[in-house]
């Protein structure tokens, strides 16, 4: 198999793992939003944390698999780096995005909107805490 045929298939697959990462991603936001009026709804203060616990571990699973998914999308990316238009993005906006302290919208979604919703979640977790006991 030639490089330039290896390169394209490195390409479409990091194509089609991209698109699977987004396609997650917003059932991972979708399913927060879910926990979220529901714990909204709730007037049972266990129920209330029960839904916040199962955000929680969600949460932190997403937050432990999603940096996976990018390093694999972005060694594919890498991997097809000779093709035309992966140089095209290199010299356009490839330095820029992995130098600016927000990154790349992979970056985004892999890390920073999993670790927000998670400390989120938490935060929630020890205000249900905090005001079960000093209700007793």
Known sequence: MNDEKKACQYHDRADHEDNLHVS?????????????????LVGDQVIKT??????VAVDALWAVWAPKA????????DAGRDR?????????????ERHRWIG???????????????????VILLYLSSSRSTAR
């Open 24 to 40: 997650r991603t917003g059932l991972f936001i979708s399913f927060n939003g879910f926990l979220a009026v529901a714990v909204g």
């Open 50 to 55: 029960a839904f916040v616990c199962i955000a």
């Open 70 to 77: 990018r390093r694999f999308i972005r060694a594919l990316r």
């Open 84 to 96: 035309d238009d992966e140089k095209l993005w290199r010299s356009t906006v490839g330095g820029a």
């Open 104 to 122: 790349d919208p992979l970056t985004l979604t892999s890390a920073y909107i999993p670790g927000l919703l998670l400390l989120g979640w938490l």
